[in-house]
């Protein structure tokens, strides 16, 4: 029953891969609001759920000593994907940079294969933290899928390639998945390890990635809408841990 759910929450964040044909029938104007606001709110709910659920989770296994060095392993092993795999979060649909699409689709098919780590070690510690895991990684899934997209038709995909492309790098989290399902089984302490390391992550995402770009909105009517936004991600992981 647990290795169902893991791939069922593997599948749902999976499919989320399909959401650039979304760019294709809103006004951009929209769109950029649209993903403007779900930045904000993603970055709430990554550092809540980092701090609120994933950490809280961890310590009550694991040495507090344990326990932090591996959310600064994580947040280390986030910096160094992102640098030096060109992990791409082009939240306007369309990346600016001069990067090489194959590249990027190799850095997402790594990225989306620790995805299905984080949630199969969630799923073996609780239900309930595994299903709020894969909330916090479809939060963040569907920006950054927004604009992997934007990455492929800039360099050349077609809309139909794009799409496909970006499905088949999805699915590498089902080997994560079953990777995390059994090495949570056979390795004691693993998915308390693993939660830590996804809370490091989960921070870096939300503090050098997604916190950025609501900095570069200089309206100050937008920029009020983002920190409610950004409020309310973390009210919602908050009042989770509390009904919880």
């Known amino acids: 029953m647990q290795l169902l759910l893991i791939l069922i929450s593997t599948f749902v964040v999976s499919v989320i891969s399909l959401i650039g044909v979304v760019t294709l029938t809103l006004k951009e104007n929209l769109l950029k609001v649209i993903l403007f606001l779900l930045i904000a709110f993603s970055a709430g709910a990554l550092i809540g759920g980092a701090f609120l659920h ?61 995805d299905g780590l984080v949630i199969a070690g969630s799923f073996s510690v609780s239900t309930q933290l595994g299903f709020f895991t894969t909330m916090m990684v479809i939060a963040h899934e569907i920006p950054q899928e927004l604009g992997d997209f934007g990455v492929l038709m800039y360099g050349g995909f077609s809309k139909q390639k794009a799409l496909f492309c970006n499905f088949l790098s999805a699915l590498t989290a089902f080997g994560g998945a079953i990777g995390g399902y059994f090495l949570s089984q056979r390795i004691n302490g693993f998915s308390h390890i693993l939660l830590a390391i996804t809370a ?17 909105e200089t309206d100050q009517r937008k920029s009020a809408f983002s920190l409610l936004m950004f409020l309310f991600g973390i009210a919602l992981m908050f009042i989770l841990k509390k009904i919880s």
């Not at 490091?200 to 570069?216: M, R, T």
């Open 54 to 114: 994933l950490i809280p989770e961890a310590l009550e296994k694991a040495q507090v000593q344990t326990v932090f060095f591996f959310v600064i392993s994580g947040f280390v092993l986030f910096f160094v994907l992102e640098k030096y795999l060109y992990w791409r979060h082009c939240h306007d649909g369309i990346c600016h940079t001069h990067t090489f699409t194959y590249l990027n689709l190799i850095g997402d098919a790594l990225h989306n294969f620790i």
């Open 200 to 216: 490091g992550g989960f921070i870096y995402i939300s503090s050098a990635d997604l916190v950025p770009e609501i900095h570069k």
